[in-house]
C-alpha cells in the first residue's frame, strides 16, 4: 500500500488549504484513514479520522470546527480541508491507513505518506 499526501503549501493565517491523500491498492474502503501532523520539535499528533465508509470521523479538539476529514472511495482518496488556519498549524502533514477501525493513535496505523509541509504566517 503507497500513500502520496499532496496539496501543502505556504498560506496566510485566516486562509484555507486542501489537502489530499491517494491510496494505492483495490481495497480502500475497507481502510481506517487518519491524518496527523508533527510540527518541528514536537511529537507526531492526531489530526482526523474517518472510517472506511466515510460516515464517522474524529476531530482533534484543536481542530474542531475548522478542519474536516472526508473521503472519496471511488478515487481512493482521503481530504483533509483546513479553514481558518492558524500559525500554530504549521506542521508536516501526514495521512495514513490501517485496515479496520479508523483509531486516533498513531501507533495504530501501518502504512504511512510522505508527508507535505503546511506553513501559515501570521
Known amino acids: 500500500v503507497q500513500l502520496q499526501a499532496s496539496g501543502g503549501g505556504l498560506v496566510q493565517a485566516g486562509g484555507s488549504l486542501r489537502l489530499s491523500c491517494l491510496v494505492s491498492g483495490r481495497t480502500f474502503s475497507t481502510y481506517g484513514m487518519g491524518w496527523f501532523r508533527q510540527a518541528p520539535g514536537k511529537e507526531r499528533e492526531f489530526v482526523a479520522s474517518i472510517s472506511g465508509s466515510g460516515g464517522s470521523t474524529l476531530i482533534a479538539d484543536s481542530v474542531k470546527g475548522r478542519f474536516t476529514i472526508s473521503r472519496d472511495n471511488a478515487k481512493n482518496t482521503v481530504y483533509l480541508q483546513m479553514n481558518s488556519l492558524k500559525p500554530e498549524d504549521t506542521a508536516v502533514y501526514y495521512c495514513?491507513?490501517?485496515?479496520?477501525?479508523?483509531?486516533?493513535?498513531?501507533?495504530?496505523?501501518?502504512?504511512w505518506g510522505q508527508g507535505t509541509q503546511v506553513t501559515v504566517s501570521s
Open positions: 495514513a491507513a490501517r485496515d479496520g477501525y479508523y483509531y486516533a493513535s498513531a501507533q495504530s496505523y501501518k502504512y
